[in-house]
């Protein structure tokens, strides 16, 4: 028995040039390498006929029914991409004869969240804001709380540039009790609501992603949460314009995050307006012609990006 398990936990590690052969659909798929691992399963990248894919696999075959499904309801949300596309489920029996759950998925080849705000400046936070809340709105109306709302389950991807969730491992249907988290963003862990599966759980794990931007190491709680956490917002000086709503967010004033997305909507218009009044100001008649010309294009360019979400 304890050789068997030996060789159950090794076989799940897949090492690279591993072709793994679905056993209903009979499509290959050759790993490539690992990417990350969860409560559930595996994720890799592997190629199939010449092309990339992210494999999840595990041997908890209910959870990973409960993640396909999730998948295949997004899909049928009109108008947005809220996950990766579904390419297969299968399962695989290993050489130890051992049997897995897998499913493939579209590769999301991108750049973590993060890492793009710091290379490209702290004016795409806001962007984001807007980008995460239009699609945890979808999210929510499609029945479902993300639940593991984190900054590992985001990527950044170009053309156009976007934030997209890689992961839906953890997504729970609303009503039900959250069963996996992660504690940084769980507001039970923080002990600033229940795990309850709704809206504004999926909001308070939204403000720890960008508290989790600009604090990488993360911190503890202490015995006065919700002071520490509206201190390291007001310690930021990016999450400033932001930071009133963000404290609403984190004591639970939203119901959804159509509210919330409103609001920071407005934060946006008002802070470029302020700006255009101020560079204005400062500028002869022909530099203000300009400069109002520029304001202008700013302006639309945002209500360009703002009319992607829609």
């Known amino acids: 028995m304890k050789t068997n398990r030996a060789w159950k936990k090794q076989d799940i590690n897949l090492r690279p040039g591993l072709t793994i052969n679905g056993k ?31 494999l999840k696999i595990s041997d908890k075959g209910t959870s990973m029914t409960v993640e396909v499904n999730v998948l295949k309801s997004l899909q049928k ?31 999301l080849k991108g750049e973590e969240m993060s890492r793009f705000i710091q290379n490209n400046g702290s004016a795409w936070v806001g962007v984001f804001m807007l980008q995460l809340l239009e699609d945890l709105g979808r999210f929510h109306q499609s029945g479902w709380i993300f639940g ?7 990527i950044v991807v170009s053309s156009p540039t976007r934030v997209r969730f890689i992961d839906v491992g953890g997504t729970t249907q609303i009503g039900r009790a959250i069963k996996e988290y992660t504690e940084f963003y769980d507001r039970g862990y923080w002990g600033m609501g229940t795990r309850r599966a709704e809206p504004s759980y999926d909001l308070f794990a939204f403000v720890m992603v960008f508290i989790n931007v600009f604090y990488p190491k993360r911190f503890e709680r202490g015995g006065q949460s ?43 218009y008002s802070t470029q307006k302020r700006r255009s009044v101020r560079a204005s100001a400062k500028e002869d008649a022909h530099a203000q012609f300009l400069m109002e010309a520029g304001g202008v294009t700013i302006v639309a360019i945002g209500y360009y990006l703002f009319s992607l979400l829609l």
């Not at 290959?28 to 992210?54: D, F, M, Q, S, T």
């Not at 297969?88 to 579209?106: I, K, N, Q």
């Not at 593991?148 to 985001?154: A, G, I, M, S």
Request: charged share 25%; hydrophobic share 40%; aromatic share 12%.
């Open 24 to 54: 209903w659909h009979h499509q290959r798929y050759i790993i490539k390498k690992k990417l990350g691992e969860g409560a559930v399963g595996a994720v890799y990248l592997c190629e199939v006929n010449g092309k990339l894919a992210a």
């Open 77 to 107: 949300v009109q108008g947005s991409r809220l996950g990766p596309y579904l390419l297969d489920v299968d399962d695989w029996v290993s050489p130890y004869g051992h049997m897995y759950s897998f499913y493939v998925m579209e590769y």
């Open 148 to 154: 593991d709302l984190k900054l590992d389950n985001l």
């Open 226 to 268: 919700e002071r520490i956490l509206f201190k390291r917002i007001d310690d930021v000086k990016a999450l400033i314009p932001y930071r009133q709503v963000l404290k609403n967010a984190l004591t639970g004033k939203y119901l959804s995050s159509a509210e919330m997305k409103q609001e920071i909507t407005n934060i946006l």
